[in-house]
């Protein structure tokens, strides 16, 4: 009878400090709930410490985890700055010891209400990601948009039929692009193009991952993909154009300028484009008309009258040189020759009075109708323009 009742009682002591363990746990979640949650740290801490030999009962308890989760969980809500202190990253925190539960969890008896708890946080990390891009702190809002991916990848988590956030994927990209790990910014704006996600400017900005990676090849390849499956958008157009400009391969440029054109004739920047591509040609003529064009569909493009005036300021410098290289013995030949750039100079001026109306702080025009009114000795309206640069400095 007596080995009977020892046995009893070490089982009862072993029963106790089981409960005990278990009730720290119960204590924790309650002095949570109370707000005192530098209290509730430090008593969830003490049951999930390996170096306490008591809290080997509350380790692999399912519970204790899920409300070490709550704990962090709440910490971050907290409006405290002391509160806030006392974790670095409480919801990163809360997010490993909720899958912790789970994984304890083999009986299920807590799926539910952890999933509660993982659904708020999706909602906490969606705020700190909008925080980051507010603050301009893209690494902590690409970190957020990952740690949502993670949680959506949890079992409890996965809907049936499976469903794939591609709002949450396009936007880790742009965090990505934005914090310059142009790698992770491809990564997942493939993954959202794979689902067709915001169409091609999804393609558009992969490009400019690659480019902003010197890698011209594969920016152009992405495009050419992008508008197998978007023929009809012209901002792929206008940024394979663009590459193809930079890198002087004229005729692929001229190319798909002609298809963008054809595709939205009323576009008066495929015609800037069009002058701009045919005057680094040489085709000064084809230039001309082509800015005139841009100019018809688009009354005040500055550039494309600057352009033009430009054109004709160049032609009268290069029919001045002309005039400059007859034999000073031939003094009528000089006056036939230079008369001839003063046609080009006279072209010139309506063109950059017009860029000036429209831009009227842009000292390059002003500069330039500063040297046409004094070649042609009009000199009231070279101290005009004058006056207008005097000022703007």
Do not use: C
């Amino acid at each position: 009878m007596k080995k009977t009742i020892l046995l009893l009682a070490i089982l009862i002591t072993t029963v106790a400090g089981s409960y005990a363990q278990k009730g720290k746990v119960t204590s924790a979640q309650t002095l949570k709930d109370a707000g005192k949650l530098s209290e509730a740290l430090d008593v969830i801490n003490e049951a999930i410490d390996p170096n306490n030999p008591k809290s080997e009962k509350s380790i692999p308890w399912p519970k204790t985890w899920a409300v070490r989760g709550e704990i962090y969980h709440a910490i971050y809500k907290s409006k405290d700055a002391n509160v806030k202190k006392l974790a670095k990253d409480p919801l990163n925190t809360a997010l490993e010891s909720f899958k912790k539960a789970l994984e304890l969890d083999t009986k299920g008896s807590m799926k539910n209400a952890v999933k509660i708890n993982l659904t708020l946080l999706i909602n906490d990390f969606t705020d700190q990601a909008v925080k980051g891009f507010n603050d301009n702190d893209y690494d902590l809002a690409l970190k957020s948009f990952e740690d949502i991916l993670e949680v959506q990848k949890v079992p409890v988590m996965i809907e049936e039929p499976a469903t794939v956030d591609t709002v949450i994927i396009f936007n880790a990209g742009l965090a990505a692009y934005n914090a310059e790990k142009y790698d992770k910014a491809i990564e997942y704006y493939k993954e959202a193009a794979k689902y067709g996600y915001n169409g091609a400017r999804t393609f558009e900005l992969i490009s400019s991952s690659y480019i902003n990676k010197q890698d011209t090849v594969s920016a152009l390849t992405t495009l050419q993909e992008g508008f197998e499956k978007y023929p009809e958008n012209s901002a792929i157009l206008v940024q394979m154009i663009n590459i193809y400009m930079t890198a002087n391969k004229t005729d692929e440029a001229m190319k798909y300028l002609e298809l963008a054109i054809e595709q939205d004739p009323e576009n008066a920047s495929f015609y800037f484009a069009k002058g701009a591509l045919n005057d680094k040609l040489g085709d000064t003529e084809k230039a001309i008309s082509a800015y005139e064009k841009a100019i018809e569909l688009k009354d005040d493009y500055f550039d494309a009258y600057y352009n033009l005036g430009a054109i004709y300021y160049n032609k009268g410098v290069k029919q001045l040189d002309v005039a400059n290289s007859v034999p000073t013995n031939k003094p009528d030949q000089y006056e036939a020759e230079k008369a001839k750039a003063d046609v080009e100079f006279t072209k010139a001026i309506p063109f950059m009075e017009k860029a000036s109306e429209i831009n009227a702080e842009d000292t390059y025009s002003l500069e330039s109708l500063k040297q046409l009114y004094y070649r042609l000795k009009m000199m009231d309206k070279f101290d005009e323009v004058n006056k207008k640069l005097e000022d703007l400095k």
